[in-house]
């Protein structure tokens, strides 16, 4: 069953947002570059949608705000190393950055995007040692078709050329600490596919699990494949004319019937990022029962949307003017989340993928 492609948002007349309304400014030292040294070292900020002001607490007494009967839903999709860098046949440098397999028919063909475009023809090959990448049909902005030999082809090129996706604004090059930081405890090997990981699942540790589980916490799992658009940014004047880039998420029936009795039990359903919020809401019918998925998803959230499948949300702090940035203020609303990142900026939180979290009760 696919989803996502309709929300349960309608724009009330006259109502308009402007993107001007979710920017904030962020001093570039609080970027986290690195992560903390234990996972479950970073802080937590805990903000009450039913009170005022926010509390900051070691990320690991989260336990204390979970109970028994409820559900933690976590995204298990594992990072790849999808930045590829080759060479034309003249030597120029050419970066080939994987976003998604394409349903074509005629081999293993992926989505790209590579850079500089500039120049490049279609039937061209980029080199990679003895193995090559063919650019197969450009799609516009940066865009392209591309095609690798075999599978066992894009595997060797992957493992021997790939770099772990860093996001933008994390400025350095990947280092060896992250192949293993820049994923989460719960990434499965089999649910390989994600460009950029679930950044609000990292200050999660085994023991941590162990001791929710212990509590009677339910650990359910879904899937959703982060792509680079994640990071792109909202440059529609309102934000009612962004639209998202669809990517490919599975909530499992184990997992819907899991959620669906913790529903029936009283228990609430506490969403670890972003991206398990547009899975579990894709997945969530008008009367609150949760449903099989499984395909591509491109749900919109923004101030207005009626939330039926999360009670509470653990994400990391946004960019501004980012898509994520609105689905938390439509979440948690928008002055309260503005006047919580203030707050954070002046308690020298930190921001984006490596920095610190927040949990909205």
Known sequence: MGGGGRDRLRPAAGRRMDISQFDYHLPPELVA?????????SRLMIVDRAGDGCTIVPFRRIADYLEDGEALVVNDTRVFKARLRGNRSSGARVEVFLVRPLDRGDGDAWLALVSPSRRLREGEDVLFGDDRIRLREYQGKGRWAVGFASRAARERIIRRHGRVPLPHYIRREDGPADLRRYQTVFADRARTGAVAAPTAGFHFTRPLLHDLAGRGVRLVRLTLHVGPGTFKPVSADNIDDHVVDPEWAELPESAARVLNGVRDGG???????????RT???AVRGDGRFVPLAGMVDLYIRPGYHFRGVDRLITNFHLPRSSLLILVAAFAGRDRILEAYRYAIAQRM????????????
């Open 350 to 361: 930190r921001f984006y993928s490596y920095g610190d979290a927040m949990l909205i009760l």
């Open 267 to 277: 228990g609430r359903i506490t969403a670890v990022g972003t991206t398990s919020v």
């Open 280 to 282: 579990l809401e894709s």
């Open 33 to 41: 570059q690195f992560p903390s040294r234990r996972r479950d070292e």
